[in-house]
């Protein structure tokens, strides 16, 4: 296929696809999908082989959200019936993420619900990762706070934070049909903020929220344009008791048409497979390894993931290999400029001249990629009390109508272990 050829000569260019050409991938037939996924594969190996790197979600504090984002089951007026609690303290947050590290994990991200953090907060989390530094050397660690201020990116890289996450989520034309507490202008600031603070940036996308293709294609060009070291990639989790409920509109070959156009358009980043997968995906996550290059490793902020052990298992399976703590991620020339201090190669878009920046997204399960933020909430008891926390009337997130086309409820699971509750994490 010619479109395939020319998209495959561009990725090993960095060269940037034209916006007809990101639509048309998106286009191809199911009987396309094999050439599809194989085109994006050449491209994804010549940047980063066979290597898989895992990464580890640690959720700081959860739910008690004032933001209104649509997909979150974090957000305000959602009845989910998802964990809540407030700050984890610094010794039990580096006790959670031993157990991703322990798992292979390479990052450990650091989320927390909210719509951005106090000073107080920076202070909160500036002791947390240190700690998880301190007791577990070589680690990356990215933090996840939502909306930052004056000075606060600064004062986490003094911590030892290595990267920061905030997801676009989609396209800025459609942005206030999802959120209207904040702007997608205010996204943009954040991730702008932790690059010219030295952090890596690290921002991505949701899809499965009812955008059309030329949302898809609008928001990735805007993250190329931002130009992140790493793009999570979030399917969403229709969580009962959200305004998203019944968008049950993604298929597995979708799925992984979304992960090609992304890799055709940042060749050169980590794309990283996050929240949703085992629900959209499903038995096709082991080819989608040709397209991503990073994963969550077992569950996410507010839903279950699958088994650590399978994750491992799939990897070997597949033919790829998890990434050793001694290996650089990022190809030479991204590493090298990260290690100026801008956090970014300035290269996902060098190739045609376009340069830029990047975050993560909000804090529910959707979003393993990264939360809204910390804690904008008053402190309401202890994490080790947590699992007392949980609405008793919500609903289950599994109760969703299995009559809307397409719905899977069956694959969606609160999570109830691991941070927060007094159970054995999933890694």
């Known amino acids: 296929m010619d479109l395939l050829n020319t998209l495959v000569d561009k990725g090993l260019r960095r060269e940037l696809p034209t916006r007809e050409e990101a639509l048309a991938v998106l286009a191809t037939s199911d009987d396309e999908l094999l050439d599809v996924v194989a085109a994006a594969g050449r491209v994804r190996r010549h940047w980063f082989g066979r290597r898989v790197k895992l990464n580890y979600l640690v959720n700081l504090k959860s739910g008690l959200c004032p933001e209104d984002c649509s997909y ?25 993420a031993a157990a991703g590290i322990a798992g292979g994990a390479k990052r450990v991200c650091l989320v927390a619900s909210g719509r951005g953090p106090t000073d107080r907060d920076v202070d909160r989390v500036s002791k947390t990762i240190e700690a998880i530094k301190e007791d577990n050397e070589g680690v990356e660690v990215c933090a996840c706070l939502g909306l930052l201020s004056d000075g606060q990116a600064e004062r986490l890289r003094a911590a030892g934070a290595d990267a920061y996450n905030h997801n676009l989520n989609t396209s800025e034309s459609t942005y206030g049909e999802i959120t209207t507490t904040h702007t997608y202008a205010d996204r943009v600031d954040t991730v702008r903020r932790a690059h010219e603070a030295g952090l890596s940036a690290c921002s991505g996308l949701i899809a499965g929220m009812g955008e059309s293709d030329e949302d898809l294609v609008d928001v990735v060009f805007s993250l190329r344009e931002l130009d992140p070291d ?18 049950w509109n993604l298929t597995p070959q979708r799925a992984l048409r979304i992960l090609a ?73 991204r590493a090298d400029a990260a290690a100026g201090g801008c956090g970014t190669g300035g290269g996902c878009g060098s190739g045609s001249g376009s340069g830029g920046v990047c975050g993560t997204s909000e804090g529910d ?29 919500a609903a289950d997130a599994g109760a969703v109508d299995a009559s809307v086309p397409g719905a899977r409820p069956d694959l969606v699971a609160v999570r109830r272990r691991g941070a927060g509750t007094d159970l054995a994490p999933n890694a």
């Not at 309401?380 to 949980?390: D, H, K, L, R, S």
């Open 72 to 96: 979150c089951s974090q957000r305000l007026g959602s009845t989910a019936g998802i964990l809540k609690y407030t700050w984890l303290k610094p010794d039990e947050a580096s006790q959670a």
């Open 261 to 333: 156009m992304v890799r055709f358009v940042c060749p050169d980043v980590e794309v990283r497979l996050a929240g949703g997968r085992e629900v959209h995906l499903r038995t096709l996550q082991p080819l989608a390894l040709h397209l991503a290059n990073s994963i969550f490793l077992g569950d996410y902020l507010t839903s279950e993931g699958q088994a650590g052990k399978a994750d491992l298992e799939m990897i070997a399976d597949a033919g790829f290999e998890v990434e050793g703590a001694g290996t650089t991620t990022l190809p030479e020339h």
């Open 230 to 247: 790493s793009v999570p990639v979030n399917f969403l989790i229709p969580f009962e008791g959200t305004p998203l409920a019944k968008e």
């Open 365 to 393: 399960g959707n979003a393993a990629a990264g939360a809204a933020a910390a804690g904008t909430a008053g402190e309401a008891g202890t994490a080790g009390a947590a699992g007392a926390a949980v609405d008793a009337g």
